[in-house]
């Protein structure tokens, strides 16, 4: 008897616990709902990029401040594509997003992004681009690490830029 009610205390922890993240991350989504829906995805462009993962988008210049609307917070499976147009990126389990090269202000590699921390410097690929008012932060982490650095080089030649 002891151990069940061991158990099921164990069990109210977690789904209490479960509850508390999910209101959370509702409650985030709510405080989100005035962004503006995501330019839509060039139907013609069925290119495929680098392959690797998408982490996050967060608000501009705070990491753990996660996107929750538009499914720009969930983690995903992708390849990244650039072309003329923008950046693709072919997400699996998730919408594709798709961000305009007149949205793009800069590119950089870093450590971290909300969800994913890298044990090295420039571990990740991270876009700065405007979107609705609203500067905002895309982190996607290259599957191998030689793709990195050509990566945001080609980034900074689309926008213009020199990285950061």
Not at 7 to 23: D, E, K, N, P, S
Not at 137 to 147: E, Y
Request: a neutral charge.
């Amino acid at each position: 008897m002891k151990d069940f009610l061991g158990i099921l205390g164990t069990l109210v922890v977690l789904a209490l616990a479960y509850y508390g993240m999910l209101r959370g991350w509702r409650n985030r989504q709510a405080r989100q709902a005035e962004l503006a829906p995501l330019p839509a995805v060039p139907e013609n462009d069925k290119t495929r990029g680098v392959e690797g993962v998408y982490v996050a988008t967060t608000s501009a210049g705070d990491w753990m401040d996660r996107i929750a609307v538009h499914e720009l917070g969930v983690r995903s499976t992708a390849d990244l594509a650039v072309s003329a147009a923008g950046l693709i990126f072919h997400r699996q389990g998730a919408a594709d997003v798709f961000i305009p090269a007149d949205h793009l202000t800069a590119v950089r590699t870093d450590r971290g992004i909300a969800g994913k921390v890298t044990a090295e410097k420039s571990g990740l690929v991270v876009v700065t681009w405007n979107h609705d008012g609203r500067e905002l932060d895309t982190g996607f982490r290259p599957r191998r690490k030689a793709d990195t650095a050509p990566l945001t080089e080609t980034i900074a030649t689309l926008i213009g830029v020199e990285q950061r």
